[in-house]
Nanobody, 123 residues
Framework: DVQLVESGGGSVQAGGSLRLSCAAS????????MGWFRRAPGEEREGIAS???????TYADSVKGRFTIFRDNSKKTLFLQLNSLQPEDSDMYYC??????????????????WGPGTQVTVS
């Protein structure tokens, strides 16, 4: 079974940084399109970043230049570096393994698997 477990969330002040991690198992991780999406209660999901098996990345305009997605295939771990955080970045963040569709941030959160999420709060 595919399992994704996020960690690294927390509470920070505006302008601060966090690094989120996602440990993956049960899938050929190195060949998978991975990404991050976020969602606040009662709101629509927002795909924010994707990374393909070849390392190609895409970002939503809302996070471009501030967030960086990267992966360590040897450890089957996905990361999201969050810099210059703002209160509007406060959300639950989810790691996603995309199983259908092009590997772009717009598709992150659609078909595939995701973890339980990790909360980011910026004040």
């Amino acid at each position: 079974d595919v399992q994704l477990v996020e960690s690294g969330g927390g509470s920070v002040q505006a302008g601060g940084s966090l690094r989120l991690s996602c440990a993956a198992s049960g899938y050929t991780y190195s060949s998978a399109c991975m990404g991050w999406f976020r969602r606040a209660p009662g709101e629509e999901r927002e795909g924010i970043a994707s990374i393909g098996s070849d390392g190609t990345t895409t970002y939503a305009d809302s996070v471009k230049g501030r967030f960086t997605i990267f992966r360590d295939n040897s450890k089957k771990t996905l990361f999201l570096q969050l810099n210059s955080l703002q209160p509007e970045d406060s959300d639950m963040y989810y790691c996603h393994l995309l199983t259908s569709g092009h590997c772009t941030f717009q598709n992150i959160g659609d078909y595939g698997f995701w973890g339980p999420g990790t909360q980011v709060t910026v004040s």
